[in-house]
C-alpha cells in the first residue's frame, strides 16, 4: 500500500527533524514532495526543500514561525531515552508539548502526529502482543515513560473534531537503522569495554526492535488516516516489526555482525535487577557529590530480561499498517551503515 498523504497543502513540519527518527522522516516527506519546515535546537544537515528553524520548543514565538502555512506536524522531538534528566524530559516531553499544542491550534494547524513510545504501558514485567488498551503505566521505571505518558494524554486529549484539530500519537518500540546513535552506539560501546558476555535471564524473552523505516511508514500512514471520519482521532497505535524476537539474539545478531562476540554467560534476572535498583539509589543519593552513569539502570535490565511485544492489529485495520522491511533485512542494513563500528576499526 502506498503511503501517499491525501492532504490540500504539501506543506508540513516536522519538530524534532534533526533527530534520527526525524531525519529518517523528513528525508521520506521530501521523496514524496512535500516541502518540510524542520523545528529543532540544532540543524545538523541540509536537504532541498527543507527549511530548518532553530529555537527553544518551550517558545511559541519561535514555534510559530517554524509553523507558518503548515497544516501538517509531527512531533519528534524527545531526549534520548538513556538520559537521567529528570528536568530535561520535563521542560522537552511535557512543557514543550504543551507549547507545541498550543502553537498548532494558534497557527491553524489541522493534524499532529506524536512520536509516543510502547513503553508507556511498561512497568518491568511481562507484555505478550500487548495491545493498545492496555492501562498507563501506574509505577513508570524511569522519567522518560513517565513524561511520554504525559505527553501522550496531552496530545490525545487535545483532539477536537468540532474546532478541526485531529490528533494521534503513533507507538514505536526499539527502533534501529543506520545513524542510530543510541541502540548500536551503546552496544558496540560496552561490548568493547567487555561488559557483553553475558545474558540477563534465560535468554528467552522476545521483544520488538522496530526499523526506523517501518517507524516512518507508520507516522506517514497516520498522516494520511487521519480524517475527522476515521477512528485515529485521538488514539494511539503501536508499530512494529511484527517480528517478536528474542532480545540476546537481537543483540547477539548485530555484535557478531560487526565482528565481537556474542554474550555466552547467564546471570539471574532477579539478582541483576536488584543490583541495578540498588545502583540506581545510590546515584540518587550521591549525585549532588557525584554524578555516576550505570550501564544497567532498572529499566534497562527489564528491557533485557522481560517479554516485552506489541499486536499491530489495531493499525493493520485502521490504515493497512505492514512493515516495509523484514527484521533479518533491517539487521543487514544497520550492520552495514556501521563500517567505524567494526571490530579493529
Known amino acids: 500500500m502506498a503511503t501517499r498523504i491525501r492532504s490540500s497543502s504539501k ?40 527549511t530548518f ?3 527553544d520548543l518551550c517558545n511559541k514565538q519561535d514555534l510559530l514561525v517554524a509553523l507558518r502555512d503548515v497544516s501538517l506536524v509531527f512531533h519528534c522531538a524527545s531526549p534520548a531515552p538513556s538520559s537521567d534528566d529528570q528536568a530535561l524530559f520535563q521542560r522537552v516531553n511535557v512543557e514543550g508539548t ?36 492496555l492501562p498507563y503505566a501506574k509505577k513508570p521505571i524511569d522519567y522518560y515513560t ?3 505518558i504525559q505527553q501522550e494524554k496531552l496530545v490525545l486529549q487535545a483532539c477536537n473534531k468540532e474546532k478541526g484539530f485531529l490528533t ?26 567487555g561488559k557483553m558476555k553475558f545474558i540477563i535471564g534465560d535468554g528467552s524473552n522476545l521483544v520488538d526492535f522496530t526499523f526506523v523505516e517501518n517507524v516512518v511508514h507508520g507516522h506517514v500512514l497516520a498522516a494520511e488516516y487521519l480524517k475527522p471520519d476515521s477512528p485515529l482521532c485521538g488514539k494511539a497505535y503501536h508499530i512494529t516489526n511484527d517480528e517478536p524476537i528474542r532480545f540476546w539474539d537481537f543483540m547477539s545478531r548485530v555484535l557478531v555482525g560487526l ?20 545502583l540506581w ?18 529499566m534497562r535490565v527489564a528491557l533485557a530480561g522481560t517479554h516485552h511485544y506489541y499486536s499491530c492489529a489495531r493499525a493493520k485495520h485502521d490504515m493497512g499498517y505492514k512493515p516495509l522491511v523484514s527484521l533479518h533485512e533491517a539487521i543487514a542494513q544497520t550492520v552495514a551503515s556501521y563500517p567505524d563500528l567494526r571490530r579493529g576499526a
Not at 16 to 33: D, P
Open 98 to 133: 504543551r507549547t507545541v499544542i498550543q502553537a498548532c491550534q494558534e497557527a491553524g494547524v489541522q493534524k499532529l502526529v506524536l512520536t509516543s513510545s510502547a513503553s508507556v504501558v511498561f512497568e518491568g514485567t511481562d507484555i505478550k502482543n500487548g495491545e493498545e488498551d
Open 168 to 193: 494521534v500519537a503513533i507507538r514505536p518500540h526499539g527502533i534501529f537503522g543506520p545513524r542510530d546513535p543510541q541502540l548500536v552506539p551503546i552496544l558496540v560501546d560496552t561490548a568493547r569495554r
Open 281 to 298: 539509589l545510590l546515584t540518587l543519593l550521591l549525585r549532588p557529590l557525584i554524578t555516576i552513569k550505570p550501564t544497567f539502570t532498572p
Open 11 to 50: 506543506r508540513c513540519a516536522v519538530v524534532g527533524g534533526s533527530g534520527f527518527l526525524g531525519r529518517h522522516l523528513v528525508e521520506k516527506l521530501v521523496e514524496k514532495g512535500y516541502s518540510v519546515s524542520v523545528f529543532d535546537i540544532r540543524q545538523s544537515y541540509e536537504l532541498p526543500g527543507v
Open 53 to 55: 528553524h532553530q529555537g
Open 146 to 148: 513517565q513524561t511520554k
Open 259 to 278: 565482528g565481537y562476540d556474542a554474550p555466552r554467560y547467564h546471570l539471574p534476572y532477579s539478582l541483576v535487577y536488584g543490583l541495578a535498583l540498588l
